[in-house]
């Protein structure tokens, strides 16, 4: 039976670089979940429409589904396309919205964000390429959230996703698919396997850690059933609700484990890890680790050796705190390069238009238009099929690549959980004096240029205004300053620093050492101890 229940508008259910992220107690409390789909189905509307839903597995994934399942039959629509057990990966959710033709998609993430009844949820809505949802559809549902006064419900049991086949919720088809393998014959259109196979054969090893989080099942079946690798090559492979305890964010801090056994006496060839919604990848070889800005570089410059690229890349996009190292591999392409805001987005009008091949963020995001989502499985196995073909080393990989292209040091500082008002403030002075920075020196260097980012979108013209304060010295060095999108306590400084050196550098010189220059000037231009009491960052990657 349909229903229609009256609730009053629950605010601050703004989506933000990524969809609607709040704790889990707030997403479960009364209304609030109701509200939001409601406020999306509002929006993109429903009636006959075909969706795909599923989430990473957190805690509240399974109810969440039932609850988006009812209201989507309630609301008219024709066909819902679920994951077993309500899992998908981002990037298996974009693909089957591709492959379906559908009209969207409903992703239940905190991304990397933790799990568990007092850590994270989320809610995403894809659209019809596949890709997150633009800023003027999440502004649009964000108005709605404040105006919408009923929500609609289908009463019902709840809907078996146990197993795979088609069910009926009232008038609309649920159909319960297998989560893996639509992606997995994606990826294998694209690389080559059977390289990668003799690779493992010829006793090449590896450590794939999936942070107990949604890539675990993927990367068993594609890893180690399809290509060979050893039984136990992937690690923390079952998805847990509160991804045992991790947080699953793939990074030198939070992978840790990873981290140590790749910088070990016995360590193996290649290591990688991905976050809770299997986006994100972090990429290590034997006793060095791969920055995303060079990986993203790297993979550029040797994508042609795989099969799905062979004839060449259309273009490159990064998002703008990323480094420039990408750029000067384009330039010897002689392709384009485009710099857009933070958030995968930003990168879909290109993908869509065909300007551009691949993409990456330094927030440990690669892709390609595969999809319109970043894909961290899509970005190991890349790794694995160049590895395959130059029969070389990461290190070795990586070492050529900066004596080839010069290196550009990086490093992402965040100050976390920060008083708001105060991080508000900060940014409110720093924007203040933007015109009055270039020539300036701090800290020994002289600032050439500082601006506000704004980004012309070149295919649909719309504008993006305040996307990151940036603060440059010069060719290749600069500070980035941009407040998150995506946490859920306070607020989240983002501090990005890049300084270029020509020469081949030292494989394993300390980029803090290298930065500390422009750091110490980011520090001084922002006055961040005045405004938020802290010298030094939270997580530095
Ligand atoms: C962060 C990253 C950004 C990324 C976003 C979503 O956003 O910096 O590059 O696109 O997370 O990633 P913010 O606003 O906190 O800096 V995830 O894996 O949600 O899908
Ligand atoms: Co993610």
Request: glycine share 12%.
């Amino acid at each position: 039976m349909k229903l229609t229940v009256a609730t009053t508008p629950i605010s601050g259910q703004k989506p933000g670089t990524s969809g609607l992220r709040k704790k889990t107690r707030i997403f479960m409390g009364r209304h609030y979940l109701e509200n939001f789909i409601q406020a999306l189905f509002d929006v993109v509307g429903a009636e006959g429409k075909t969706f795909v839903l599923g989430g990473d597995g957190r805690y509240f994934n399974d109810r969440a589904a039932q609850v988006i399942l009812r209201m989507a039959a309630a609301n008219g629509a024709a066909k819902v396309i679920v994951g077993q057990r309500a899992l998908l990966s981002t990037p298996a959710a974009s693909h089957l919205i591709r492959l379906n033709k559908t009209d969207g998609g409903i992703i239940m993430s905190a991304s990397h964000n933790p799990g568990g009844p007092d850590e994270d949820f989320g809610v995403k809505f894809n659209m019809p390429n596949g890709g997150p949802a633009p800023e003027s559809v999440t502004e649009a549902m964000f108005a709605r959230t404040g105006t919408v006064s009923e929500y609609h419900i289908f009463e019902s049991t709840d809907v078996d996703l146990s197993t795979q086949g088609q069910q009926r919720l009232g008038d609309m088809i649920v159909e319960v698919v297998d989560p893996v393998a639509d992606y997995a014959d994606l990826l294998e259109t694209l690389f080559d396997f059977d390289a990668i196979r003799a690779l493992f054969r010829g006793g090449f090893r590896m450590r794939m850690d999936s942070m107990c989080a949604i890539t675990g099942p993927y990367a068993v079946e594609i890893l180690e059933k399809r290509l060979g690798a050893a039984p136990g090559t992937v690690v923390n492979a079952t998805p847990l609700p509160d991804f045992g305890g991790m947080h699953p964010d793939p990074n030198p801090t939070w992978a840790s484990d990873l981290m140590e056994e790749m910088m070990g006496d016995n360590a193996p060839d290649f290591g990688a890890a991905s976050d809770g919604d299997g986006d994100r990848n972090m990429v290590v070889g034997r006793g060095i680790y791969v920055s995303p800005s060079d990986s993203l570089a790297v993979l550029a410059a040797n994508a042609h050796l795989a099969r799905g690229y062979r004839s060449g890349l259309k273009g490159v996009a990064r998002s703008m705190p990323t480094s420039g190292a990408v750029d000067r591999v384009a330039k010897s392409l002689g392709i384009e390069a485009f710099e857009t805001p933070t958030g995968w987005k930003f990168f879909g009008n290109l993908l869509d238009a065909g300007r551009v091949t691949l993409c990456g963020e330094e927030s440990f995001g690669t892709g390609s238009d595969h999809v319109r989502e970043k894909d961290g499985l899509w970005a190991v196995l890349l790794w694995l099929n160049i590895l395959a073909v130059r029969k070389e080393s990461v290190a070795d990989i990586l070492a050529a690549h900066f004596a080839r292209f010069g290196r550009n040091y990086y490093s992402r500082h965040d100050f976390e959980a920060l008083d708001s008002t105060r991080a508000d403030q900060m940014f409110a002075t720093l924007r203040e004096k933007l015109k009055t920075l270039s020539g300036q020196s701090f800290a020994g260097l002289s600032v050439t240029n500082a601006d506000d980012f704004a980004y012309h979108d070149p295919v649909d013209g719309s504008l993006s205004q305040r996307q990151g304060v940036r603060v440059i010295f010069g060719e290749g060095t600069r500070a980035v300053f941009r407040l998150s999108g995506t946490g859920t306590e306070g607020a989240t400084l983002r501090l990005y620093l890049e300084s270029y050196a020509p020469g081949p550098g030292g494989l394993n010189d300390d980029p803090q050492s290298a930065l500390a220059d422009v750091i110490k000037a980011a520090h001084e231009i922002a006055d961040i101890q005045g405004f938020t009491g802290r010298t030094s960052p939270d997580v530095i990657t």
